[in-house]
């Protein structure tokens, strides 16, 4: 009976370790791009919306004024 074990040096075993490894990082990095992808686009909605929202205020600011004289 052979011992396939060699030890934790073993190339095939460190190999292995070494694809799971590579394996894990590349789903984390695709998590983390879909992240960010999704945070852009949440920003993107955000300054549309502080836009919308000056632009109001600037409105209000007007409407205001004219009210006042």
Do not use: F, H, W
């Not at 073993?10 to 694809?19: A, F, G, P």
């Not at 894990?24 to 960010?36: D, E, F, M, Y």
């Not at 949440?42 to 600011?61: G, M």
């Amino acid at each position: 009976m052979e011992n396939k074990n060699r030890g934790p040096n073993d190339l095939e075993e460190v190999n292995d370790k070494l694809k799971k490894q590579v394996e894990l990082l590349q789903g984390k990095c695709r998590q983390a791009g879909s992240a960010i992808v999704d945070q852009g686009s949440k920003i993107k909605t955000l300054e549309k919306e502080i836009d919308r929202l000056y632009e109001e205020n600037q409105n209000l600011i007007v409407m205001l004024k004219g009210k006042n004289e």
